[in-house]
């Protein structure tokens, strides 16, 4: 079965650093692969995704992934944070099985603050 | 408004009494998943539905759980004789229709229903 690790359960930065997200995959063959950020009281929210080509991919807000198949991984940037990304971040695969049925697998999420 | 939305958003109940989820998918969405999520913990699946049909029950913990979606648009899980293991927040996700299977379909996530039991 598939599975999320995200090792970092909580990070902190100061406002106008870069950072750097990690989130590891287990699956048999490439995933689809998401982000999203969830905000108190809020929905989660699609960050970005990842299904083939170019590994770099963009997203909302000013942030960008990159896929690395040999080291299973798919982090999560963003060169310059700024306080309102202060959030819960979770990483997930969405196996390709074709079942139907493509229910998200998600990591346990890192939660974000940001330091003014 | 545009997006999914539940109710309850808060639900305070006591052992062993049933409680019924509504989630109101974004309209024309056909399809409909309900996740869970245990503090400190990323959502897990429940249960996900194509129009009408529940296609796939795989993530329900065991028999006191069930879902319908009778007119392939609002839903409703509910959970018989609640158990304090069920304390959790609960949330649903709808994807709009593409033409044939892909797993990439954004699902967009309501805000939820926190469910504490007692």
């Known amino acids: 079965a598939q599975s999320v690790t995200q090792p970092d359960i909580h990070i902190t930065v100061s406002e106008g650093a870069s950072l750097e997200l990690r989130c590891n995959y287990s699956y048999g063959a490439t995933p689809y692969l998401f982000w999203y950020v969830q905000s108190p009281g809020q929905g989660l929210q699609l960050l970005l995704k990842y299904f083939s080509g170019d590994t770099l991919v963009q997203g909302i807000k000013g942030f960008e992934a990159e896929f690395k198949r040999s080291q299973s991984s798919f982090n999560l940037r963003k060169p310059s944070v700024h306080w309102s990304d202060a959030a819960e971040y979770f990483c997930?695969?969405?196996?390709?099985?074709?079942?139907?049925?493509?229910?998200?697998?998600f990591g346990k999420g890192t939660k974000l603050s940001v330091i003014p | 408004g545009a997006g999914v939305s539940q109710s309850p958003r808060y639900k305070v109940t006591k052992r062993g009494q049933d409680v019924a989820l509504r989630c109101d998918p974004i309209?024309?969405?056909?399809?409909l998943y309900w996740y869970r999520q245990a503090l400190g913990q990323g959502p897990e699946f429940l249960t996900y539905f194509n129009y009408e049909a529940q296609q796939d029950k795989s993530g329900l913990p065991n028999d006191r759980f069930s879902a319908e979606r009778p007119e392939g648009s609002i839903s409703t899980l509910t959970i018989q004789r609640t158990e304090q293991r069920d304390s959790a927040m609960y949330r649903c996700a709808s994807s709009p229709p593409l033409a044939g299977s892909y797993p990439g379909n954004e699902q967009f996530f309501g805000p939820g229903t926190r469910l504490t039991v007692l």
């Open positions: 309209s024309g969405h056909v399809s």
């Open positions: 997930a695969v969405v196996p390709y099985s074709g079942a139907g049925s493509y229910q998200l697998t």
